[in-house]
């Protein structure tokens, strides 16, 4: 009788002892949580007052002294292939530093509905180390979820140049790119679509060429509203004023060296010696072979059309150029 008595004390002790240590590992995981969501949460009207006060200087060491994610939500045919291939080189100088967190697959998402922007926010801040995020989609405003925005980076280029290569590179791809990876990425055009030039496409129907072929620039600086879809002078002011307020950097192509330059400078933690590297591989032949197949140049009255066309997007690249320029007057010593 005494002996059973002692068994179910025994059994009683263990169980209030394994109550006890799923009630500490509750509260540990709960306040490791909490102190991540604090240093993430968001105090909108502080950090746009901050914003808008502060100057450039001030702004660049803010993000410098406190990094914790970048995003580069990279806009095809911008450079960005070239790019993601620097970043990854430059992290394995930092590896010790920072994650570099690459996403890419066949027809992956740009634009996002409510459902997956939130699944994809969560996800991204359960990173525990500083990450640098890359990946073609349209900006994500994380403080509707709670959460600090993130740094964000990118690089455009000229639209008409933009709309040129985009044109050819749904059609064929990179140089190189046999038939069958071409509709793996991009999927399969009819021969009547896929070998009309951009001049013809124009000529036979401006509209639906203008619809079914312009960039998404604009969204990407927009967001995931369906209206960021469509170039207007509500996506326009929506994409500015994201850039001023969330893009610490937007280079051009057309100025590589510089956007890369500029780029050391506000983020040396992430970027500290990409330059250099950039420049290195560039001699030794180590970029990727990126250049769009079967490109052809159309005339100067195209070319002019085009910029008609794409008025809002000529408008939002005149708008980054000017704020690039004066950000690199003060932190580069530019190229000439």
């Excluded at 709670?146 to 964000?152: E, L, V």
């Excluded at 060429?209 to 002011?237: E, V």
């Excluded at 307020?245 to 506000?266: A, C, P, R, S």
Aim: one cysteine or more; hydrophobic letters at 35%; a positive charge.
């Amino acid at each position: 009788m005494l002996r059973k008595s002692c068994q179910c004390c025994y059994k009683r002790v263990i169980f209030i002892l394994l109550c006890w240590l799923c009630l500490y590992v509750l509260l540990i995981s709960h306040g490791k949580e909490e102190a991540k969501k604090q240093y993430f949460k968001s105090d909108n009207k502080m950090d746009e007052a901050t914003l808008i006060q502060t100057s450039p200087t001030k702004e660049f060491q803010r993000i410098r002294n406190n990094p914790s994610m970048v995003i580069y939500n990279r806009v095809p045919k911008c450079a960005s292939t070239v790019t993601r291939v620097v970043l990854a080189a430059t992290q394995r100088l930092n590896a010790k530093k920072y994650q570099l967190h690459f996403e890419s697959w066949p027809h992956i998402k740009q634009f996002l509905n409510a459902s997956e922007e939130k699944d994809l926010v969560l996800k991204w801040m359960s990173f525990e180390r500083p990450t640098v995020l890359i990946r073609h989609i349209h900006f994500i405003d994380f403080e509707k979820y709670g959460y600090h925005q993130p740094a964000y980076i990118n690089i455009i280029r000229n639209p008409v140049d933009n709309f040129i290569s985009s044109y050819y590179f749904t059609r064929f791809g990179f140089e190189g790119w046999s038939d069958s990876k071409v509709a793996k990425w991009l999927g399969v055009k009819p021969p009547s679509e896929r070998y009309m030039s951009i001049e013809e496409c124009l000529k036979q129907n401006l509209k639906k060429c203008m619809t079914k072929n312009r960039p998404k620039t604009l969204a990407f600086f927009c967001g995931n509203h369906k209206d960021c879809r469509t170039d207007s002078q509500w996506s326009l002011d929506e994409a500015k004023k994201n850039v001023e307020k969330y893009f610490t950097v937007v280079g051009i192509v057309e100025d590589y060296n510089n956007t890369l330059k500029l780029l050391e400078k506000t983020f040396p933690k992430f970027f500290g010696g990409m330059f250099g590297i950039y420049q290195k591989m560039k001699s030794n032949h180590d970029l990727p072979h990126a250049r769009t197949a079967h490109k052809v140049d159309p005339p100067q009255y195209v070319k002019a059309k085009l910029r008609e066309e794409l008025h809002f997007q000529v408008e939002f690249y005149e708008f980054v150029r000017k704020r690039f320029y004066e950000q690199a007057k003060k932190f580069v010593q530019q190229d000439r």
